[in-house]
């Protein structure tokens, strides 16, 4: 089993930037496909991009595709998405994910294919 505890969310002005942070424990972490989502009020949970265990694999979202950047440092047992150049349709409710299972796509935008998810962090980007 895998928990995840989400920081990082707050308010921001359209154009800067914030870096949240999911920390993970129980067993293994290295070898688990981890993502982030969003969720907007009155929207599906939209996938925004994942990263492979072991090999750092990454797919992000068109829609944040040079924005943002999603890592990962095994060692501390935490995954990161900073954001950059943040718009106000970013704003929503971001979740981490994780999964043992190796996704490929589209498997890997589909919630329904991640095990383990954090309790959401807050996202607000003002114009």
């Known amino acids: 089993q895998v928990q995840l505890v989400e920081s990082g969310g707050g308010l921001v002005q359209a154009g800067g930037s914030l870096r949240l942070s999911c920390a993970a424990s129980g067993r293994t972490f290295s070898g688990y496909t981890m993502g982030w989502f969003r969720q907007a009020p009155g929207k599906e949970r939209e996938f925004v991009c994942g990263i492979r265990g072991n090999t750092g694999t990454t797919y992000y979202a068109d829609s944040v595709k040079g924005r943002f950047t999603i890592s990962r440092d095994n060692a501390l047992n935490t995954m990161y998405l900073q954001m950059n150049s943040l718009k106000p349709e970013d704003t929503a409710v971001y979740y981490c994910?994780?999964?043992?299972?190796?996704?490929?796509?589209?498997?890997?935008?589909?919630?329904?294919?991640?095990?383990?998810w954090g309790q959401g962090t807050q996202v607000t980007v003002s114009s």
């Open positions: 994910a994780a999964t043992s299972r190796t996704l490929y796509y589209p498997t890997y935008v589909a919630p329904r294919n991640y095990d383990y």
